[in-house]
Antibody, heavy 119, light 107 residues
Framework: QVQLVESGGGVVQPGGSLRLSCAAS????????MQWVRQPPGKGPEWVAF????????YYADSVKGRFTISRDNSKNTVHLEMNSLRAEDTAVFYCAKGGLSTGSFEIWGQGTMVTVSS | DIQMTQSPSTLSASVGDRVTITCRASQSIGVWLAWYQQRPGNAPKLLIY???TLQSGVPSRFSGSGSGTEFTLTISSLQPDDFATYYCQQYNAYSWTFGQGTKVEMK
C-alpha cells in the first residue's frame, strides 16, 4: 500500500526556519519524482517544489525560490523541504506528493503537516 | 505562469443530478490537465489525468474532456460522497498550477 507520511511542521516566527520530511513506502521510491504542495487555510493548493527521481533536477515556485530547498535520500525513501526566511504568507498545510509517471499529476498525497508562521 | 480559472466557484445540486465543472487555461496546455476531489480535512485525491483518463479505483460516473484551453469535469449522477471541492491542475515545463476550486454543495 502506497503511503506518504509528513512530519516537521509547527509554529515558527517570521524569518525563522523549518525542515519538513516525508517518509515514503509501498512503491519504488527511487523511480519517481516527488513534490511538495501547500494549501493555505481556506484556499486552493499551490505547488511548491519538485525533485527528479535521482535528485538531478529541482524546480521551485517563484514564491519560494531562493528560500526553500528540496532534497531526497533514496537510501531512506525520504524527501525533505528545508524552509528558510519564513513569512506569514507561508502559513499552510504542506503535503508531500508522488508524481504520476509522465502524467503531470500528483498521484498520491500524504496527510499533510501544518506550518504556522506567526510572532 | 499559466493561470487556471474554474467555474462556477460554488454549485448547488441534489443526489442524482448531472454536474459539470469548467476549467480554462490562460494558454494552451494540450491535455496536461488533472482533476482532484478534496473533502474537508483531507488531502486532495486524484480523479482524472491527461484530461480524460480515469485514475484507478475512481468511479465511472466521473469523466473528463477537453484539450487546449477548455476542459470539463462531469459527474453523471451525483452521489452523497461527491459533495466536496474539486480542483483542476495543469502541468507545463516543470511548473504546476491549480484552479481556485469549485465547491459542490447540497441544494
Amino acid at each position: 500500500q502506497v503511503q506518504l507520511v509528513e512530519s516537521g511542521g509547527g509554529v515558527v516566527q517570521p524569518g525563522g526556519s523549518l525542515r519538513l520530511s516525508c517518509a515514503a513506502s509501498g512503491f519504488i521510491f527511487s523511480d519517481r519524482g516527488m513534490q511538495w504542495v501547500r494549501q493555505p487555510p481556506g484556499k486552493g493548493p499551490e505547488w511548491v517544489a519538485f525533485i527528479e527521481y535521482d535528485g538531478s533536477k529541482k524546480y521551485y515556485a517563484d514564491s519560494v525560490k531562493g528560500r526553500f530547498t528540496i532534497s531526497r535520500d533514496n537510501s531512506k525513501n525520504t524527501v525533505h523541504l528545508e524552509m528558510n526566511s519564513l513569512r506569514a504568507e507561508d502559513t499552510a498545510v504542506f503535503y508531500c506528493a508522488k508524481g504520476g509517471l509522465s502524467t503531470g499529476s500528483f498521484e498520491i498525497w500524504g496527510q499533510g503537516t501544518m506550518v504556522t508562521v506567526s510572532s | 505562469d499559466i493561470q487556471m480559472t474554474q467555474s462556477p466557484s460554488t454549485l448547488s445540486a441534489s443526489v442524482g443530478d448531472r454536474v459539470t465543472i469548467t476549467c480554462r487555461a490562460s494558454q494552451s496546455i494540450g491535455v496536461w490537465l488533472a482533476w482532484y476531489q478534496q473533502r474537508p480535512g483531507n488531502a486532495p485525491k486524484l480523479l482524472i489525468y491527461w484530461a480524460s483518463t480515469l485514475q484507478s479505483g475512481v468511479p465511472s460516473r466521473f469523466s473528463g474532456s477537453g484539450s487546449g484551453t477548455e476542459f470539463t469535469l462531469t459527474i453523471s449522477s451525483l452521489q452523497p460522497d461527491d459533495f466536496a471541492t474539486y480542483y483542476c491542475q495543469q502541468y507545463n515545463a516543470y511548473s504546476w498550477t491549480f484552479g481556485q476550486g469549485t465547491k459542490v454543495e447540497m441544494k
